[in-house]
């Protein structure tokens, strides 16, 4: 989709939907929750990117700091000054700034030092490959420890085990994501599980 320029209809989309999404279920009085959306390196590049977005999202009137738009890490070392304008353009019009699949070999600490990021996603290979030994978990506790003192929130992705699970809340881990926790299911189901772990709680 990136190679025929089909996925920046599609990023559109789904960016339309979860704003769509969240203003039908304030309307219907149901619990609505923080959402994070992935944009394409062909998305984020558009002209029309920003303003596109800020206009959807005053559209379905969505408040400051509920939407996160995540950008991957390959996509950010290779154009991260580009990149430090537009997340200055996106945090005025009220929106977070992930920097997604950290650690998958792009990795640049001057990167995080000049781009703005809300929130530091930890891909899933780097924690499954690093837990393997005692060094590498050394290094994710000191790279979430790093990115916490200078203001990022982490969320570790591709959890699948509740050994890293715990290991993560040790290290001291804003969230995680992953099978351990669901698999990707449809709304509707999220609705069922979501009472039935509240009334589990």
Same mark, same amino acid.
């Given at each position: 989709f990136e190679e025929n320029g089909f996925i920046n209809k599609l990023d559109r989309f789904v960016f339309y939907r979860a704003c769509e999404n969240i203003e039908e279920r304030t309307a219907l009085g149901q619990v609505v929750y923080p959402v994070s959306v992935n944009v394409s390196r062909v998305t984020a590049t558009q002209p029309d990117f920003v303003s596109? /977005?800020?206009?959807?999202?005053?559209?379905?009137?969505?408040?400051? !700091? #509920?939407?996160?738009?995540?950008?991957?890490?390959?996509?950010?070392?290779?154009?991260?000054? /580009?990149?430090?304008?537009?997340?200055?353009?996106?945090?005025?019009? !009220? #929106?977070?700034?992930?920097?997604?699949?950290?650690?998958t070999g792009y990795s640049s600490l001057n990167m995080l030092k000049t781009t703005q990021f809300d929130v530091l996603k930890i891909d899933r290979s780097f924690l499954s490959e690093f837990m393997e030994s005692d060094r590498g978990r050394k290094i994710i506790h000191h790279t979430i420890s790093m990115s916490r003192d200078i203001g990022l929130d982490i969320i570790a992705e591709g959890v699948e085990t509740l050994d890293q699970a715990k290991f993560l809340n040790s290290c001291g881990c804003d969230a995680a994501q992953g099978f351990y926790y669901s698999r990707p299911i449809p709304a509707e189901d999220f609705d069922e599980k979501f009472k039935a772990d509240r009334n589990m709680a």
């Open positions: 596109y /977005y800020t206009r959807i999202k005053r559209k379905f009137n969505i408040r400051d !700091g #509920f939407v996160t738009l995540e950008f991957t890490e390959s996509f950010a070392y290779e154009n991260y000054e /580009y990149l430090s304008g537009v997340i200055a353009e996106l945090h005025a019009a !009220g #929106f977070l700034c992930s920097l997604d699949d950290f650690g």
